[in-house]
């Protein structure tokens, strides 16, 4: 990796595309500092700290801290993200949106319209929401329609600015926009959640006990990052084998190739989806203001909090652990179903005259590959919910309560790992383009 990228400052082209992400990844961090009119930045960070949960702590941690200072990014990417999933969705249920994906160049460039406008209507509807929400809490003081335009218009003019900024970064960038511009979010709040964590565990205790303490997080975290670069490269192939077949005089065919199927199958998706329906119940109880509330409604919304999961002191509450892994493995399950079609790979196998060794081609193959899919599922996601787990622990445990963990170190291990994939092939077009030229 650390080849690759001095490869790349020896060459103009990738040198300039570089700086090109550079530039974009200030304007982004100079935007998530930037304050709506008429908001006080301060007087919103006094009632996030005071109101602080896991339902708006995950959503801080994807914006890079611009949720808490409600700057004009505050709503960040996440409208992107939910309407391309939405979209993703749609495409298995509306066979219009199916076709426009089977349409190649043309249809995807269709999508990423429909993407586009999606992503825009979520945006307003977030901000709207957001504005009438805050408004009434008293956090926006002095409301009135004018103000509350404004407030909206930056916000849903904010999400479409890093939307912009994401396509541009895969346009004339390293590719990977809407990933990068995430990561840079996430990354951003690592400093402030090392420096918590020093405050905790290392400031004030004796030097032994200080550095025992520094050596053991360092080694959690390490442990961790391994393990998710074991999570996302690890990957099961399946062999195939094509039989020879005549075309003209000439015996063509016969090769061997393989299917790779990846043990992590739905990436990081399981766990932003069982997370954002979780913390959905919390951030409507705070906009209504009933989170610290008594009865049956504030002990569920206590069990879906993180906060309360692993806390010897209230383990009833860790019933939202348990919810929470059964949602983890049902989305694993149900998104690697809608990405990836058992019947339709047989199918192309056995029309290109190949076959798995050992399995009859068709629904026997279909079957097999079913068969297999299933087990690596478990398997990744089982992986997948230890890594999302540990930060829980220690949160319960320890009071380690920090914005990064499971979900966002794999997010940013995938991002890096994808980046410099994309930028050693960029590389290996350019050295192609250059060897034919000559």
């Known amino acids: 990796m650390f080849e690759t990228l001095k490869n790349v400052f020896r060459v103009k082209e990738m040198r300039r595309k570089l700086l090109y992400v550079l530039w974009m990844i200030l304007v982004i961090r100079i935007g998530s500092q930037l304050p709506i009119p008429g908001v006080d930045s301060d007087v919103f960070k006094e009632w996030f700290q ?87 809490s008293r956090v926006i003081p002095n409301m009135n329609f004018g103000k509350g335009i404004v407030v909206v218009a930056c916000l849903t003019a904010g999400s479409a600015m890093l939307m912009w900024i994401g396509e541009r970064i895969t346009e004339k960038g390293i590719g990977n926009g809407i990933s990068i511009v995430l990561c840079v979010n996430i990354v951003s709040r690592i400093p402030s959640d090392l420096g918590l964590l020093y405050e905790n565990f290392v400031k004030n205790k004796t030097i032994a006990k200080g550095m025992l303490a520094a050596l053991i997080i360092v080694a959690i975290m390490l442990v961790v990052v391994v393990f998710v670069l074991i999570l996302n490269g690890a990957e099961r192939r399946i062999p195939v084998q094509y039989s020879k077949k005549m075309v003209g005089r000439k015996l063509m065919g016969g090769q061997s190739t393989n299917i790779p199927l990846k043990v992590n199958t739905a990436g990081v998706i399981p766990i932003i989806f069982a997370s954002s329906i979780m913390s959905f119940p919390g951030i409507i109880a705070q906009f209504a203001g009933k989170a610290n509330g008594t009865g049956i409604g504030s002990e569920i919304l206590r069990g879906l909090s993180s906060n309360n999961w692993c806390n010897p002191s209230q383990l009833k509450y860790s019933w939202g652990l348990l919810l929470y892994i059964v949602l983890c493995i049902f989305f694993a399950y149900f998104y690697t179903s809608i990405t990836f ?59 380690a309560n920090v914005s990064f963990g499971g979900t966002s170190i794999i997010i940013v291990v995938g991002v890096i790992l994808e980046t410099v994939k994309q930028i050693e092939s960029q590389m290996l077009v350019r050295n192609y383009k250059g060897f034919l030229n000559n």
């Open 341 to 399: 079609n058992p019947l339709e790979v047989a199918d192309n196998i056995k029309k290109q005259g190949g076959f798995i060794p050992g399995i009859r081609p068709g629904k026997p193959t279909s079957d097999y590959l079913t068969k297999i899919l299933n087990y690596i599922i478990f398997i990744g996601v089982i992986g997948l919910i230890i890594v999302a787990v540990i930060p829980f622990f220690f949160n319960g445990v320890f009071g």
């Open 50 to 136: 005071s109101n602080t949960g896991d339902a708006f702590n995950f959503f801080d941690a994807f914006t890079g801290g611009s949720f808490e200072s409600m700057s004009i990014f505050a709503l960040n990417i996440t409208p992107y993200i939910t309407s391309s999933i939405i979209i993703q969705l749609l495409t298995i249920a509306i066979p219009a949106l199916e076709e426009m994906q089977r349409d190649g160049e043309e249809g995807r460039k269709k999508l990423t319209a429909i993407t586009r406008y999606v992503t825009v209507g979520l945006a307003l509807f977030e901000s709207t929401a957001m504005t009438i929400g805050f408004s009434r």
